[in-house]
């Protein structure tokens, strides 16, 4: 029996286990972060919002120019069939699409490259990890690291340009945070590395319209707020305004909806995780079993 425990990867029709798959020193993906991917959630053993996802990956593609020669159909297919053959029942699951390999030894052009399509999977993926999200997230807001503007680097489609994630990474560790949360060049609270960020002020839910990549728990997030009553406001967030919050929480795919108890040196809801932010966590806990949001996925039985 092949060993998928740490994860698995489909390369070229074939699925692997994670360790035999890797990619060449030449492709644009590598050299060039020519690149896009998308992360969607298996939970208890199926898809959470697999179709809009695609939407996005599909999106994302079209935008760079990239196209793998595959249909959307094959897309998902490579996705339920690589997942069921891991046996993984909670994953992080990517579809990547990377420029390739120049076709013309040393070209310039990106017409001539060799663009393909693969994904991987791992188990479950927390990106703070479960004792830190009960105590309550603390995020670093640098005033010296930038988010890239968004008329550089589409942030829109989901990209590996993480320079400025990771100095920011390194400076919010520096300072003993949990991660970092970047400002445009006018102040505005962003996104950091792999999640949005949110704030809720006298029953008022704001997040950034811009400079972020649209995440579906974002989208999650703004449609239980809404089916909750809250007034929900997708606007440009200053930083001053973000610091005045009742309560602050993040969004990401790899942890689903996160409390935040301290932003720089401001502490929010006595230091502990809102109630507000615990009850939306719950909620995207419960809406990931919602038949409607799912696609099962049909695993070999465990012998
Ligand atoms: C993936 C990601 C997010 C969160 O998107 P989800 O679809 O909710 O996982 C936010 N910002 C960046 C930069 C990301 O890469």
């Known amino acids: 029996m092949t060993d998928f425990s740490a994860g698995a990867a489909w390369m070229r029709g074939q699925v692997m286990p994670i360790d035999q798959a890797s990619i060449g020193v030449l492709d644009w993906g590598l050299t060039h972060s020519d690149i896009t991917y998308d992360v969607v959630p298996v939970w208890r053993g199926?898809?959470?919002?697999?179709?809009?996802?695609?939407?996005?990956?599909?999106?994302?593609?079209?935008?760079?120019?990239?196209?793998?020669?595959?249909?959307?159909?094959?897309?998902?297919?490579a996705l339920v069939q690589m997942v069921a053959t891991s046996g993984?029942?909670?994953?992080y699951v990517a579809m990547v699409c990377a420029r390739g390999a120049p076709l013309i030894p040393g070209t310039r052009d990106p017409r001539y490259c060799a663009n393909h399509f693969f994904a991987w999977c791992v188990p479950y993926v927390n990106i703070i990890p479960l004792d830190r999200v009960a105590a309550g997230v603390s995020v670093y807001v640098p005033d010296d690291i930038f988010r890239i503007p968004?008329?550089?680097?589409?942030?829109?489609?989901?990209?590996?340009?993480?320079?400025?994630?990771?100095q920011g990474l390194f400076a919010a560790k520096d300072r003993g945070f949990d991660t970092v949360l970047l400002t445009d060049h006018q102040g505005n609270i962003t996104e950091g590395p792999g999640f949005n960020a949110?704030?809720?002020?006298?029953?008022?839910?704001?997040?950034?319209?811009?400079?972020?990549?649209?995440?579906?728990?974002?989208?999650?997030?703004?449609?239980m707020c809404q089916e909750q009553g809250y007034s929900v406001q997708t606007r440009p967030l200053p930083l001053a305004e973000f610091l005045e919050a009742d309560e602050v929480?993040?969004?990401?795919?790899?942890?689903?909806?996160?409390?935040v108890v301290?932003?720089?040196?401001?502490?929010?809801?006595?230091?502990?995780?809102?109630?507000?932010?615990?009850?939306?966590?719950?909620?995207?806990?419960?809406?990931?079993?919602?038949?409607?949001?799912?696609?099962?996925?049909?695993?070999?039985?465990t012998p």
């Not at 993984?88 to 994953?91: N, P, S, V």
């Not at 008022?204 to 989208?219: I, K, P």
């Not at 507000?276 to 719950?282: F, T, V």
Request: hydrophobic share 40%.
């Open 46 to 77: 199926g898809f959470f919002r697999l179709e809009d996802y695609l939407d996005r990956f599909m999106a994302s593609m079209a935008d760079l120019r990239l196209d793998p020669a595959m249909t959307r159909a094959e897309i998902r297919a």
């Open 88 to 91: 993984l029942r909670d994953a």
């Open 150 to 166: 968004e008329d550089c680097v589409n942030p829109r489609a989901k990209n590996y340009h993480w320079g400025d994630f990771t």
């Open 198 to 223: 949110f704030i809720i002020k006298d029953g008022q839910v704001v997040t950034s319209d811009h400079g972020v990549l649209h995440g579906l728990t974002r989208r999650t997030a703004i449609e």
């Open 249 to 259: 929480f993040l969004t990401t795919s790899s942890g689903g909806v996160l409390p």
């Open 262 to 301: 301290q932003v720089n040196e401001r502490h929010f809801s006595n230091g502990a995780p809102g109630p507000q932010a615990l009850a939306l966590r719950s909620t995207y806990e419960a809406w990931m079993q919602r038949a409607d949001f799912r696609t099962e996925l049909a695993y070999a039985p």
